[in-house]
């Protein structure tokens, strides 16, 4: 079955770490997503990517990097200057056609310790 | 500008009561709209879509119907189970414009 696989599931940083959120699909979708969800609220997106080697920043981009150079993966980097990391990431992806629906991955949790 | 709307929770309920989690929308165009579900500690699952005005989608016993005379997408549950309890989430999809919208979400707690 296709789907998003996301990786770790837990993820424990210390303070002034960079560290690399795993997302890969085989939906063969064109476009990539990533969101921030803090507890009790909505999604928040941090960058998207339509086509390879492309990407653009999304609403809270500022403390992470981005890259795509497969279709299949767009890993995330949530580095130092990230001052509030501690948050669950969900990873999407979807078709850039008129079917618009995201399919999502099962998150990840990131905690600073 | 564009976005969505949802009822503020928690909302609780007995189970096999009624269910109705509001949302209105304001687009430019024509969007589709969709309801997503989260369980706790999982990413969000499509629940419903409808990709245009009077559509009606459904799915495991939810149905929202695409109203554009007062722009609604209200989602609907005759008989809730507490399996059902989660976050729901409204969302928006402008195709033209290449936006994509969620709302804020709406938890749901069924009490046995």
């Known amino acids: 079955d296709g789907g998003i696989t996301q990786s770790p599931k837990y993820l424990f940083r210390k303070e002034g770490q960079n560290v690399t959120l795993s997302c890969e699909q085989n939906?063969?979708?064109?476009?990539m997503y990533w969101y921030r969800q803090d507890p009790g609220q909505g999604l928040r997106l941090i960058y998207y990517s339509q086509i390879v080697n492309d990407f653009q920043k999304g609403d809270i981009a500022e403390g992470y990097s981005v890259s795509r150079e497969k279709k299949e993966s767009f890993p995330l980097t949530v580095t130092s200057a990230q001052k509030n990391p501690t948050a669950f990431y969900l990873c999407?992806?979807?078709?850039?056609?008129?079917?618009?629906?995201?399919?999502f991955g099962s998150g990840t949790r990131l905690t600073v310790v | 500008g564009d976005s969505v709307t949802q009822m503020e929770g928690p909302v609780t309920l007995s189970e096999e009561a009624f269910l109705t989690i509001n949302c209105t929308y304001t687009a430019t165009g024509y969007p589709s709209l969709f309801w997503y579900v989260q369980y706790p500690g999982e990413g969000l699952q499509l629940l419903l879509k409808?990709?245009?005005?009077?559509d009606k989608g459904s799915n495991k016993g939810f149905e929202a119907t695409y109203r554009k005379e007062t722009t609604s997408f209200h989602l609907e549950k005759g008989s809730v189970q507490v399996s059902d309890s989660a976050v729901y989430f409204c969302a928006l999809g402008l195709y033209n414009f290449n936006k994509f919208y969620f709302g804020s979400g709406t938890k749901l707690n069924v009490k046995p």
């Open positions: 409808a990709t245009k005005a009077d």
């Open positions: 939906l063969n979708h064109d476009a």
């Open positions: 999407a992806s979807s078709r850039r056609d008129r079917d618009q629906r995201r399919t």
